[in-house]
C-alpha cells in the first residue's frame, strides 16, 4: 500500500525546535522527490524545502533559510525536516509530499508537481 505519513509536530515555544519525519511504505522513497510543504489557517499551501532524488539538491524558502533544514535517511525510508528557531508564523500544518518526476517543478517545490500526499501534523509555536 503507497502511503506517506508524517509525524513529529507539536506544540514548541518560540526560539524552539522540533524534527518532523515522513516515512514511506509501499515505495521507496530513494527514487522519490521530497517535499515539505505547509498550510495555516486562512493561507494558502506552500512550497516549504524539498529534496531531488537525483542528486540530493534541495529548495528552501526564505522564510526558513538558515532554520531549517531537509534530509534523507534512506535506510530507514524516512526524510526529515528539522526545524530551529521556530517562530509563530511557522504555526501550520505541514505535509510531505512525493513524486517520481524529475524536473524543476518539483525541484523548485511547486505544489502542483508533486501527487502523493500525506495526512499532516501540526506544529504550533506559542508562548
Known amino acids: 500500500q503507497f502511503q506517506i505519513v508524517e509525524s513529529g509536530g507539536g506544540l514548541v515555544q518560540p526560539g524552539g525546535s522540533l524534527r518532523l519525519s515522513c516515512a514511506a511504505s509501499?515505495?521507496?522513497?530513494?527514487?522519490?522527490?521530497i517535499g515539505w510543504f505547509r498550510q495555516a489557517p486562512g493561507k494558502e499551501r506552500e512550497g516549504v524545502s524539498c529534496i531531488s532524488s537525483s542528486d540530493g539538491n534541495t529548495y528552501y524558502a526564505d522564510s526558513v533559510k538558515g532554520r531549517f533544514t531537509i534530509s534523507r535517511d534512506n535506510a530507514k525510508n524516512t526524510v526529515y525536516l528539522q526545524m530551529n528557531s521556530l517562530k509563530p508564523e511557522d504555526t501550520a500544518v505541514y505535509y510531505c509530499?512525493?513524486?517520481?518526476?524529475?524536473?524543476?517543478?518539483?525541484?523548485?517545490?511547486?505544489?502542483?508537481?508533486?501527487?502523493?500526499w500525506g495526512q499532516g501534523t501540526q506544529v504550533t509555536v506559542s508562548s
Open positions: 509501499g515505495f521507496t522513497l530513494d527514487y522519490y522527490h
Open positions: 509530499a512525493a513524486d517520481p518526476r524529475i524536473t524543476a517543478v518539483q525541484a523548485m517545490c511547486v505544489i502542483s508537481g508533486y501527487r502523493y
